[in-house]
């Protein structure tokens, strides 16, 4: 995965466990724009700490903690979906589950890899 070296820690210790995907399997490349470019990484750091990876502690999957629904519904201005439980039948349990337990490892199509 390519995305910012600040989300790093979201996505190797939050994200990849809440999937249950084997972290053998992930790679993370973090990229950061120039400073020049006024992209601040101190700043962007400290702001994804507090906005997304504390509450992702809390709420594995952004179904419980205020601040993640909020994101997600200021993301989806028109509450559209897309029919993935209707697409892929074997994301269905994941796609639903809230928990705040992680889902068990048996119950995403993934969990045949070591």
Known sequence: MVSFSFKQRRFETLHTPALQW???????VGYDPPASTGFNLEESTKGEEENAAKPFELDPYGCHSEILQNKRKGRNPFHRTAPYQLS??????LLSHCGPELISKDMVPWSGLQ
């Open 22 to 28: 084997p972290t053998d399997r992930f790679k993370y």
């Open 88 to 93: 892929c039948p074997e994301m269905k349990d």
